[in-house]
């Protein structure tokens, strides 16, 4: 046994001193700066160029985001989102649902979604009403209906 964590530790001691190293760091930082010291003086000149501040050169921003609570069997409920978003459909036997925020969702957007305990199938489908919902359906990986948060977030592309 202690053959087998002298050997552990042996072969991760690059890793150990990073670690502490990161740790200190931050430890250090959090103990002796005060709050709020860090502000708009204590940036050097130039340091934020204007290509950082450009929203043209990023290529996708979140224009929805939800988070939701899955239990196979119930419905599932909103945890939070932004704009407010509502369950528009949901399958108790495949526990698969959809999402809707109220607003159009372009063509050009695209979705990503996780899930804590496993993976999440999304995808945006049009709606009657020239709105869109997103389709979401969380499993395991071997299939099964997943349980936990599922994180939705409809990235679309700047203008």
């Given at each position: 046994?202690?053959?087998?964590?002298?050997?552990?530790?042996?072969?991760n001691v690059v890793a150990y001193v990073a670690l502490f190293v990161a740790l200190g760091g931050t430890s250090y930082a959090?103990?002796?700066?005060?709050?709020?010291?860090?502000?708009?003086?204590?940036?050097?000149?130039?340091?934020?160029?204007?290509?950082?501040?450009?929203?043209?050169?990023?290529?996708?921003?979140?224009?929805?985001?939800?988070?939701?609570?899955?239990?196979?069997?119930?419905?599932?409920?909103?945890?939070?989102?932004?704009?407010?978003?509502?369950?528009?459909?949901?399958?108790?036997?495949?526990?698969?649902?959809?999402?809707?925020?109220?607003?159009?969702?372009?063509?050009?957007?695209?979705?990503?979604?996780?899930?804590?305990?496993?993976?999440?199938?999304?995808?945006?489908?049009?709606?009657?009403?020239?709105?869109?919902?997103?389709?979401?359906?969380?499993?395991?990986?071997?299939?099964?209906?997943?349980?936990?948060?599922?994180?939705?977030?409809?990235?679309?592309?700047?203008?």
């Amino acid at each position: 046994m202690l053959n087998r964590v002298v050997q552990h530790i042996r072969s991760n001691v690059v890793a150990y001193v990073a670690l502490f190293v990161a740790l200190g760091g931050t430890s250090y930082a959090a103990i002796n700066l005060p709050a709020n010291s860090v502000g708009s003086k204590q940036i050097k000149n130039h340091s934020i160029t204007p290509i950082k501040l450009d929203p043209s050169k990023t290529g996708a921003v979140v224009r929805f985001w939800a988070i939701l609570n899955s239990s196979p069997g119930n419905r599932e409920q909103i945890v939070a989102s932004r704009p407010r978003a509502r369950i528009v459909a949901w399958d108790p036997s495949s526990d698969t649902g959809a999402i809707s925020w109220h607003q159009p969702i372009s063509s050009k957007c695209f979705v990503s979604a996780s899930g804590g305990s496993g993976f999440v199938r999304a995808l945006v489908q049009p709606l009657p009403n020239a709105n869109a919902s997103v389709q979401f359906s969380p499993f395991t990986p071997g299939g099964q209906p997943a349980t936990g948060l599922v994180y939705i977030a409809v990235l679309c592309p700047q203008p």
